[in-house]
């Protein structure tokens, strides 16, 4: 799936965080990372009503 750079740069954003900051390995942490950003543009779509 291609992300629009917006989403691309929270995805690396949080991943990181979720790697360095929280511990996490690195697998895991684009994992979840993946799984909130795809959650967040579900909700920003619902909002739209889209």
Same mark, same amino acid.
């Given at each position: 799936?291609?992300?629009?750079?917006?989403? =691309?740069?929270?995805?690396?954003? =949080?991943?990181?965080?979720?790697?360095?900051?929280?511990?996490?390995?690195? =697998?895991?942490?684009?994992?979840?990372?993946?799984?909130?950003?795809?959650?967040?543009?579900?909700?920003?779509?619902?909002?739209?009503? =889209?």
């Amino acid at each position: 799936m291609i992300l629009p750079p917006d989403k =691309r740069e929270e995805y690396e954003e =949080r991943a990181a965080i979720m790697e360095y900051c929280g511990g996490m390995p690195r =697998r895991e942490a684009e994992n979840e990372a993946w799984r909130l950003v795809l959650e967040s543009m579900k909700e920003q779509l619902e909002i739209f009503g =889209r």
